[in-house]
């Protein structure tokens, strides 16, 4: 077993223990939060903000991630813990993780956030 699929096994009996990396969420996702530890973790790969001047041109941008048809922040969660691509593993709390998503669905265009 690797130690990416230890750590991704190991995660995902915590979460399903009810238990967190760093404890409980005991408050909202905060998408500010999340936008910093998006340009801090994830900009070498991803176009994370508008401002950012480049990226890797076969990963998608933040905004592609959260216009894609159907998206919520619990399958963007889930795409971080088990990426369907390989993605350098970056260990995040179970805060971080629900901010970063809280972050990338702030970048769904409006049409998409009328649709169910």
């Known amino acids: 077993m690797t130690a990416r699929t230890a750590f991704i096994l190991a995660f995902l009996s915590m979460i399903a223990a009810g238990v967190s990396l760093?404890?409980?969420?005991?408050?909202?996702?905060?998408a500010e939060?999340?936008?910093?530890?998006a340009q801090r973790l994830c900009s070498n790969c991803h176009l994370v903000t508008s401002e950012q001047t480049h990226a890797n041109a076969d990963i998608p941008s933040f905004r592609e991630i959260a216009?894609?048809?159907g998206q919520t922040e619990g399958s963007i969660m889930a795409r971080i813990v088990i990426p369907k691509h390989a993605m350098p593993v970056i260990p995040v709390s179970?805060?971080?993780?629900?901010?970063?998503?809280?972050?990338?669905?702030?970048l769904r265009d409006t049409e998409q956030r009328m649709r169910p």
């Open 33 to 37: 939060r999340g936008n910093g530890l």
């Open 94 to 106: 179970k805060s971080e993780l629900h901010d970063l998503a809280a972050y990338i669905m702030t």
């Open 67 to 69: 216009n894609k048809q």
């Open 22 to 30: 760093a404890g409980p969420v005991t408050s909202a996702p905060d």
